[in-house]
């Protein structure tokens, strides 16, 4: 999802193809090729082969300076860009696979509920550290600019929807949602993906 938020943003063209998960496509000889931990998702770019959700959306931000997604190189407002990014890809992201995923976590399956109750607090005190600092800078993660940075925090987000605590329910990680929600890319991209409400 937030590979398609960047795509949306940076203007350039480019083509959609659906890994049905269901047939295990991602398992695909094919798809290996370009993948071979066989996850999604996946950008071909010319002879460009990328994997890893972060380093799609730095290396589509990068190639497209003139989006504005992401601050120049070597300014301070770029290390506090790669600060959120990754705490959001290497902290975040990882504990919202284990909320959806418990049972890869553990070998004993009874226990799964236990790892799902145990990451879900984690990944409520994670968003409200994120509402914290928010509330002292936003409304975006870098202040008053968008970056994909905001982006990435929609998407997880997004899959915190169903959660005790879900992200919407947080004053100002709600304003920072209903901003993003609000931009033309990523109405375009949440269209196309065909995904009905609540989003988030």
Same mark, same amino acid.
């Given at each position: 999802?937030?590979?398609?938020?960047?795509?949306?943003?940076?203007?350039?063209?480019?083509?959609?193809?659906?890994?049905?998960?269901?047939?295990?496509?991602?398992?695909?000889?094919? *798809?290996?090729?370009?993948?071979?931990?066989?996850?999604? #998702?996946? /950008?071909? $770019?010319? @002879?460009?082969?990328? *994997?890893?959700?972060?380093?799609?959306? /730095?290396?589509?931000?990068?190639?497209?300076?003139?989006?504005?997604?992401? #601050?120049?190189?070597?300014?301070?407002?770029?290390?506090?860009? *790669?600060?959120?990014?990754?705490?959001?890809?290497?902290?975040?992201?990882? %504990?919202?696979?284990?909320?959806? *995923?418990?049972?890869?976590?553990?070998? $004993?399956? %009874?226990?799964?509920?236990?790892?799902? $109750?145990?990451?879900?607090?984690?990944?409520?005190?994670?968003?409200?550290?994120? %509402?914290?600092?928010?509330?002292?800078?936003?409304?975006?993660?870098?202040?008053?600019?968008?970056?994909?940075? @905001?982006?990435?925090?929609?998407?997880?987000?997004?899959?915190?929807?169903?959660?005790?605590?879900?992200?919407?329910?947080?004053?100002?990680?709600?304003?920072? /949602? %209903?901003?993003?929600?609000?931009? #033309?890319?990523?109405?375009?991209?949440?269209?196309?993906?065909?995904?009905?409400?609540?989003?988030?």
């Amino acid at each position: 999802m937030a590979p398609h938020f960047v795509l949306e943003e940076i203007g350039a063209p480019f083509g959609l193809r659906l890994v049905e998960r269901e047939r295990k496509e991602q398992k695909s000889p094919a *798809y290996l090729e370009l993948n071979p931990r066989g996850l999604i #998702p996946v /950008l071909v $770019d010319g @002879d460009t082969v990328l *994997y890893e959700t972060a380093a799609i959306c /730095l290396y589509l931000s990068d190639n497209h300076c003139e989006a504005g997604l992401a #601050p120049p190189f070597g300014t301070p407002r770029r290390g506090q860009f *790669y600060k959120w990014l990754m705490f959001l890809a290497n902290t975040v992201h990882p %504990d919202t696979l284990m909320y959806f *995923y418990p049972e890869r976590y553990t070998t $004993d399956l %009874d226990g799964a509920g236990a790892v799902k $109750d145990a990451v879900e607090g984690r990944l409520t005190e994670m968003f409200q550290f994120i %509402d914290a600092q928010l509330e002292q800078g936003g409304p975006y993660l870098l202040g008053q600019t968008v970056s994909l940075a @905001d982006h990435y925090l929609l998407m997880l987000a997004r899959w915190g929807r169903n959660m005790k605590t879900p992200p919407r329910q947080m004053k100002h990680l709600r304003r920072n /949602l %209903d901003l993003m929600l609000a931009r #033309p890319a990523v109405q375009r991209a949440l269209a196309s993906e065909g995904l009905s409400t609540p989003i988030i």
